[in-house]
């Protein structure tokens, strides 16, 4: 009995620190301080049924909004390309992003290009602002069928070798801000996951998390 309790216990801190299933919302600490405050956001979903963390003002009403002015996405803070994170996947999530954001908000407002001078001071106008704060790699939770003695020995030693499989994952931050106030009147903190990676190797490549951001379009074209 003596020999077997220090296998029992690693086991069962193995399985405490194995099977903790992957948070579904961002938490305080992957905030980035884009957004000038936070602590009005709460659990919710999106239009598509998607964890987000949102504030919206009581008082606002899309429909009373004609038009809008979309700054560009931008990365925040300054994105330092890593092993399975390079340089051109960056640059090509960029690109779509604000392809594809900028397209569906067209379907909803007049959007408005500052650089002809227009005036944005007065009333039915949004300011819309938003910046991807995270493309990370995470180890993927175990599945139940794993959730047994010695699967869990396989897969912490799988896990170490980096021969898990690896959630990716893209952190997205947004407001909407009333031009005739400067002030918000919609705030979302989005984690969205992309396609698995087989192991620590694998690249990250707009592919891997293009479903993320279809995923926003699509919300900003069903919200209401």
């Known amino acids: 009995m003596l020999t077997l309790r220090p296998l029992a216990t690693a086991l069962l801190l193995g399985s405490l620190t194995l099977t903790g299933c992957t948070a579904k919302y961002a938490d305080q600490q992957q905030f980035s301080g884009y957004l000038r405050d936070y602590s009005k956001l709460e659990k919710t ?112 030693a799988m896990t170490a070798a980096g021969e898990r499989d690896k959630n990716s994952e893209l952190f997205l931050e947004a407001e909407l801000i009333d031009a005739s106030t400067g002030k918000p009147v919609l705030q979302v903190v989005r984690k969205g996951f992309g396609k698995n990676l087989d192991n620590d190797e694998q690249q990250v490549t707009l592919d891997t998390l293009k479903g993320v951001i279809d995923s926003v379009v699509r919300d900003i074209e069903q919200f209401q």
Request: net charge positive; no cysteine.
């Open 45 to 156: 979903e999106s239009a598509s049924g998607q964890p987000v963390l949102r504030w919206i003002d009581p008082s606002f009403k899309a429909q009373n909004y004609r038009n809008m002015v979309v700054q560009s996405v931008q990365f925040y803070p300054a994105p330092k390309p890593s092993e399975q994170v390079n340089t051109q996947a960056l640059e090509e999530l960029y690109r779509y992003t604000n392809s594809q954001v900028k397209n569906a908000l067209s379907k909803k407002f007049q959007l408005i290009d500052l650089k002809n001078g227009a005036n944005i001071s007065g009333s039915q106008t949004l300011i819309f602002r938003a910046a991807i704060t995270g493309v990370s790699t995470s180890t993927e939770s175990l599945k139940p069928y794993e959730i047994i003695p010695i699967a869990l020995v396989t897969a912490a």
